[in-house]
């Protein structure tokens, strides 16, 4: 198996759930960038703003977990440049990594998600699966565990946010064969708001955790100012997209794909355990 963007959070959960069984893992990383690669997997440098390396990574494998750099402008060109070795390879399965609600057209950085899904889709047909998770317990586990959850969006938006570890565990499933040529959306068991989060993350740690909403200009000026203006502005928009009514999906499926309950909200932050931060 091929996992492309490997030394990410989602790459390295994904590497890791298939090692879990057994599987063999090329973890595709920037050249120069071998030793980041998941332990027990084998590095290959590949180049995705380029196409370097991908055929070679990709040459005589099963399947391929293709995931872009979060919210790079080119994820469409990655996109045909990982299609075009595919195909060149003969490489059965691609797995592409989408977002919840690709086509919402307020968010720029998942428009490029429905785009480069086209494209994967026109050139490969049916060996592309698609995986549109919601978004991550992890994003705002460390704050929990902080004891304050503060966000540049409502503190009343709804959201069915997923744990990462679940989404690793489909992703494998279908690396190795499961619902082959489907798209499938990854939503949580809970619809919470930021404000119930806090309160599911004060039950689950046992000590208070606030919550508060802080002005956009005050996170452009904070974590934002470390981002490009492209990344910025797009995390921007998805922000006033929360506002307008969060980010929720139908709940009912994963259970089915999982063979069990969800991971909570509550049960991920009282987990003992890292909290990775980067995709």
Same mark, same amino acid.
């Given at each position: 198996m091929v996992v492309v963007g490997a030394s990410g959070k989602t790459g390295r959960a994904v590497t890791a759930a298939l090692l879990a069984r057994g599987v063999p893992v090329r973890a595709a990383v920037r050249p120069g960038a071998e030793a980041a690669a998941p332990a027990g997997s084998t590095p290959a440098p590949v180049d995705l703003e380029t196409g370097q390396g991908l055929e070679d990574a990709l040459d005589g494998a099963r399947a391929a977990y293709h995931l872009a750099p979060n919210l790079h402008p080119g994820e469409v060109g990655m996109a045909a440049r990982v299609a075009t070795a595919a195909a060149t390879t003969g490489l059965p399965t691609v797995v592409f990594h989408s977002v919840l609600h690709p086509d919402d057209p307020r968010m720029p950085h998942h428009l490029r998600k429905a785009e480069a899904e086209t494209v994967l889709r026109t050139a490969l047909g049916e060996r592309v699966t698609v995986l549109r998770p919601a978004a991550y317990h992890q994003n705002l586990l460390a704050q929990a565990r902080s004891g304050m959850l503060a966000v540049p969006y409502s503190l009343d938006a709804?959201?069915?946010?997923?744990? /990462?570890?679940? @989404?690793?565990? @489909?992703?494998?499933? @279908? /690396? /190795?064969?499961?619902?082959?040529?489907?798209? /499938?959306?990854?939503?949580?068991?809970q619809v919470l708001t930021v404000r119930q989060m806090a309160e599911h993350a004060a039950a689950g740690l046992g000590r208070p955790v606030s919550d508060r909403r802080i002005p956009l200009s005050q996170w452009r000026a904070g974590p934002g100012a470390a981002l490009s203006v492209q990344a910025c502005d797009d995390l921007a928009a998805m922000f006033t997209a929360y506002d307008d009514g969060g980010l929720t999906g139908d709940r009912a499926l994963l259970p089915e794909l999982l063979g069990r309950p969800p991971t909570t909200w509550m049960t991920c932050v009282s987990q003992p355990g890292s909290t990775p931060a980067d995709r």
């Open positions: 709804p959201f069915t946010n997923i744990d /990462l570890d679940d @989404v690793a565990q @489909v992703a494998a499933d @279908v /690396l /190795l064969g499961a619902h082959a040529g489907a798209t /499938l959306d990854l939503a949580g068991p």
